[in-house]
């Protein structure tokens, strides 16, 4: 058994590593690039929710108070005439990356912290490279990207999307994976 403390530099340098990977996949390469669809006239949708000010959520239309209403007769024309939407409002103004990255960098700690209290209570110091590589990489893996399916499951985000995201996420635990069978103790 290998204490969590001991593997801070594994966790630590992992999640620099996958903070630059990610960074290169989504600044670089096209592959997440047409994920979000433009909405048709999207000016004129703007400016009909506008004076709405909607404040910054999760929202659904419809949305049905409760079970007894999603049955009534009204809830399920508005169903029918559409649309039907599952969307996030945020903040008006330009996007700052600031606090996303800093949360993000946070998620990936979070994620290799995991990784190291499962592997480290499953394998001893000295343990082989691939051993390691294996519990280290389920453990993150699955940190990264199992989670993503129940946005395609429960609100209809298209699975190209989650599936993109996901294999995003084996990329992030395998490189997670080498960084703590790379810097396990001896």
């Known amino acids: 058994m290998v204490p969590v403390m001991s593997l801070w530099m594994p966790i630590v340098l992992s999640a620099v590593i996958v903070f630059v990977a990610s960074s290169i996949v989504h600044m670089l390469l096209p592959f997440h690039r047409n994920d979000y669809q433009q909405v048709p006239k999207e000016d004129e949708v703007m400016g009909s929710l506008r004076p709405f000010n909607i404040p910054p959520g999760d929202y659904m239309v419809p949305r049905a108070g409760s079970m007894e209403a999603m049955k009534k007769p009204e809830f399920l024309d508005k169903l029918k005439a559409g649309p039907v939407i599952v969307m996030t409002v945020i903040p008006n103004g330009p996007m700052s990356m600031g606090q996303s990255l800093i949360q993000w960098f946070v998620y990936l700690i979070l994620v290799s912290a995991t990784a190291a209290y499962m ?65 396990w103790p001896r």
């Open 119 to 183: 592997t480290g209570r499953a394998l001893p110091a000295g343990a082989h490279y691939l051993a390691v590589f294996r519990f280290a990489g389920c453990a993150s893996f699955l940190g990264y990207s199992f989670a993503l399916m129940q946005n395609s499951i429960w609100y209809r985000r298209k699975w190209s999307t989650t599936l993109k995201s996901m294999l995003d996420g084996f990329v992030y635990g395998c490189l997670t994976a080498g960084t703590f069978g790379w810097l």
